[in-house]
């Protein structure tokens, strides 16, 4: 390859954003094919490299820092792919790291950065090169409402997923959750499923535009969730979970103390979690976390299910018990789903929280590194959980409650138009001022009643007490 080659004219560069900054996608890049995987945007992933073409494109790629394109092989036996080999949609990559291991093979933690389309291949050897196009994504104006319903659902079908697996980290649950972006999330669920065949996870990254029948299509699966109840009308967070034996809870707290790894400690008395109405964290209660009530009733009502008011006091109620907290995740949802009924223990499971990993909790892991999600997690409460705040039909909404511990608190807040609010609670008032002077009047919803916010002005408003506790 010749210096010239490296140097791509500005004018043949495609400009994306990648996060906060443009990304600068050249003209030509080289080609590293891919057996039976596929590496999305905005993810990370460990590669092995050992064909000799590969190698060498490798090397060179990180001696100069440069980009390369990634494309996975519609056929995995395929030893020296050209461009009908490979399918057209791929990933604009960033190698972050490079071993080399003593026959010559190499492993690689990459980045990628953008979806790019391989419009022809302008070099075989040594290694391929292709002439590229930054392949954006589009979602029609009109279609947004029914995508952000569609995202919750979607989101909690995934927190399900997760919780039921042995092999998916906790952790997705709450990256998960703070994910906004409807194609960003559909890569992110993708990437993750690792049950997920290399030609669905292809078609994902293929997947530039949602059009009419893909919603339609999630529409249809969206009502085939199927979901167990108990008599009393009580979620079971699996069909069969109520014909599971009672722990004994009370023996095992006074023969070990701390049982949160509950796992662990039959597993070494030769029994198994498997056998009893035991959940490791917040499975189903992950429900109440993730939707408000309206929301979860209306879900149902979409379902066919039949419900009452009594739905989630009562499986709370139910899950309470039956919960280790073998999770850092876990005792985040329980603070947040006990924020209305029980300040002062939503408040205690807070600090639980905020203490797992400067108590290593679980004993060691800290070592390996901060639990993200539960940390994620707290600062969610604070911001979200404990404020009641939410945004819908374009009202920012509040509904304050906060713990008798917590006596007040105040943030900053970027909402649409409005770039920069300041949000102050405490147990008597909510304040909440602008000072964008070009920004439009912001409706704002706490509890029950409406106001409208000036830009250059303030809202103080009397908060009603609540009776929860």
Not at 69 to 96: C, K, N
Not at 176 to 199: E, M
């Amino acid at each position: 390859m010749s210096d010239q080659s490296d140097k791509t004219d500005p004018l043949d560069e495609d400009l994306i954003v990648s996060g906060e900054r443009p990304l600068s996608i050249p003209g030509e890049l080289p080609v590293l094919p891919l057996r039976d995987t596929v590496l999305f945007p905005n993810s990370f992933m460990p590669l092995a490299v050992a064909r000799e073409a590969s190698v060498r494109l490798i090397e060179e790629a990180t001696t100069s820092g440069r980009m390369i394109g990634v494309f996975t092989q519609r056929e995995a036996s395929v030893e020296e792919p050209a461009l009908e080999d490979l399918y057209s949609i791929g990933t604009a990559t960033h190698i972050h790291k490079m071993f080399k291991l003593p026959d010559g093979s190499l492993r690689l933690i990459v980045q990628g950065l953008a979806r790019v389309r391989l419009e022809r291949i302008v070099q075989m050897r040594p290694y391929l090169r292709g002439a590229v196009v930054a392949a954006e994504e589009s979602l029609r104006e009109e279609d947004h409402l029914e995508i952000d319903a569609l995202q919750r659902n979607i989101k909690s079908n995934f927190q399900q997923v997760v919780s039921l697996s042995p092999v998916l980290s906790d952790d997705l649950q709450a990256l998960s959750a703070n994910i906004t972006d409807p194609g960003k999330l559909a890569d992110f669920i993708a990437s993750s499923l690792t049950t997920i065949g290399t030609p669905i996870k292809q078609e994902v990254l293929d997947t530039l535009d949602i059009r009419r029948a893909d919603i339609e299509k999630w529409q249809h699966v969206s009502r085939k969730l199927r979901l167990c109840w108990r008599p009393d009308g009580v979620l079971l967070q699996f069909r069969g979970y109520d014909e599971l034996e009672e722990f004994d809870w009370a023996g095992y707290r006074e023969r070990y103390g701390d049982i949160s790894r509950l796992d662990r400690i039959l597993e070494a008395e030769g029994d198994s979690t498997n056998r009893y109405k035991v959940s490791k964290q917040a499975d189903v209660l992950m429900l109440f976390q993730l939707l408000t009530a309206e929301e979860l009733y209306a879900l149902l009502d979409r379902l066919g299910y039949p419900h009452d008011r009594r739905t989630i006091p009562a499986t709370i109620a139910y899950y309470l018990d039956r919960t280790c907290h073998g999770s850092t995740l876990s005792t985040v949802v329980h603070s947040w789903v006990l924020a209305r009924s029980d300040r002062r223990r939503a408040w205690d499971y807070f600090l639980q929280a905020l203490e797992s990993d400067i108590a290593d909790v679980q004993g060691g892991t800290t070592g390996e590194g901060i639990h993200l999600g539960a940390m994620a997690g707290t600062l969610d409460l604070l911001q979200r959980g404990f404020t009641g705040l939410e945004t819908r039909e374009d009202v920012l909404g509040f509904d304050p409650f906060l713990p008798d511990a917590l006596a007040a608190m105040r943030f900053r807040m970027r909402y649409r138009r409005h770039t920069e609010m300041e949000v102050a609670i405490d147990h008597e008032t909510l304040t909440v001022g602008g000072n964008a002077v070009r920004s439009t009047v912001l409706p704002v919803r706490v509890g029950g009643r409406q106001f409208r916010l000036d830009p250059r002005g303030s809202l103080q408003i009397r908060l009603r007490r609540h009776h929860g506790d």
